[in-house]
């Protein structure tokens, strides 16, 4: 079985989808693995490395994907890319699909099994393949470190002879995967941390690391939590309730850090101007949901600004910061997902229709929409067309192709 590693050619993008530690571990199993050249070179890993733990080094996407049972990515595509993607290939990335359905049916069209690691359900079985969740974590540690950067001040208490600095306030919204780990950090690094989210069952998990669980409504939150563990979204006056709650929290705050999410729907405003502007001067305000249309009213989605004297920062991509870490574990995800459904003996990639996992991710198989969730899509997928000519795309990270779909995604929570 052959596996290609692709270049990301989007704008930003610094990750890889494999590692020379994955490539060893892949053709551990028996597969052969091909990597465009400069795939790693982001994320500090050289071609060197991949051919030294047996990886075969191509000149371009088209070489690296040509026969390849599978291709694998972290983003999505774009229309080009798509196009040296050979029929019958299995395309294993985080595709975003509420964000870009229409790709979707491009995938049927062109006969490629596309399998979206960001639906990876969220069952005890897959979890160490849950990109969304490694990248998280990432996320929420680095928002903490951008925070302090853009904060004129020190975060813990310090006693000296001169005086003491009091320790900074700072204030989660969200307490999934990244809003914990957001916690975790700043509790590291000294500050008085509070944090607030809609789900019951994060009173508990906020508290277990040290900092204050604060809320209007703690009845209301208990219905807050779907069967998967995301949040819902709230009732309109839950809704103005907290904020009215919140907005007075935030004038006490010198660091504000949102991560709220609904899977499917552009990201619930939690912060809005009104409340930037009551937060001291010097304060900092990071949106980690600002890909999804963002959870503060004023960021502005890869920027870093300033308003009343008080930051916003705005980073696109922030696993990505941190491109060798975070192309490490989602490495690590791809690979515990695709030796799950390795067969050592015929070295064959056996994706069952009928397992959870498979079920969960696969959004098309056999020219075919098969994902429950894109039942529209189905409808309207046009029959499997002659498959097209084969591109030669030495693509580069500086620059992404003008009609690429923005498949960015931002950490579930």
């Known amino acids: 079985m052959k596996i290609a590693v692709l270049k990301e050619t989007r704008s930003g993008e610094t ?21 465009q050249s400069g795939a790693g070179e982001a994320a500090r890993f050289a071609d060197a490395d991949y051919s030294a733990a047996g990886a075969e080094i191509s000149p371009s996407a088209a070489d690296a994907a040509q026969s390849a049972d599978l291709v694998i990515k972290v983003l999505a595509p774009s229309s080009e890319e798509l196009r040296v993607v050979s029929r019958g290939s299995k395309l294993i990335a985080i595709l975003s699909p509420f964000n870009d359905p ?10 490629v099994d596309a399998m ?10 897959a979890q160490s393949m849950d990109v969304l969740s490694s990248q998280s974590n990432l996320a929420g540690y680095k928002a903490v470190i951008d925070a302090a950067a853009y904060y004129g001040r020190a975060l813990p208490m310090m006693m ?26 700043a509790r590291r690094l000294g500050a008085v941390v509070s944090a607030t989210d809609v789900r019951f069952a994060a009173k508990e998990q906020v508290e277990s690391l040290g900092a204050t669980f604060v809320t209007v409504d703690e009845e ?5 939590e779907t069967e998967g563990g995301y949040a819902k979204e709230m009732s309109e006056d839950f809704q103005k309730r907290q904020a009215e709650f919140v907005a007075e929290h935030i004038k006490k705050q010198d660091i504000v850090i949102t991560t709220a999410l609904i899977p499917g729907r552009p990201a619930p405003r939690l912060v809005s101007a009104d409340m930037v502007h009551g937060m001291k001067a010097g304060s900092v305000v990071v949106d980690l949901a600002v ?35 975070a192309s490490s574990l989602y490495a690590r995800n791809i690979y515990n997902f695709v030796s799950a459904f390795y067969d050592k003996e015929t070295n064959v990639f056996v994706a069952d229709p009928e397992d959870a996992i498979i079920k969960g991710i696969a959004l098309t198989r056999d020219g075919a929409v098969v994902h429950p969730a894109f039942e529209e899509v189905k409808a309207e997928a046009p029959p499997a067309a002659a498959e097209p000519e084969t591109l030669d795309l030495d ?13 960015s995604s931002p950490p579930k929570e």
């Open 395 to 407: 693509a580069t990270n500086e620059a992404a192709p003008e009609d690429a779909p923005d498949v």
């Open 160 to 185: 000296t002879a001169a005086g003491t600095i009091a320790a900074a306030k700072v204030f989660i919204m969200g307490a999934g995967v990244a809003g914990l780990q957001a916690i975790a950090t």
């Open 102 to 111: 229409d790709s979707i049916g491009s995938y049927a069209r062109l006969g």
């Open 116 to 125: 979206a690691m960001d639906l990876m359900p969220r069952i005890t079985r």
């Open 15 to 35: 990750r890889v989808a494999a590692t020379p530690e994955t490539v060893k571990k892949f053709t551990a199993l028996g597969a052969a693995v091909t990597v």
């Open 220 to 224: 209301a939150m208990k219905e807050a």
């Open 291 to 325: 890909e999804a249309g963002g959870n503060v009213e004023l960021s502005r989605a890869g920027e870093a600004i300033e308003t009343g004297g008080v930051t916003i920062l705005g980073f696109k991509n922030v696993p990505g910061r941190l491109a060798a870490d």
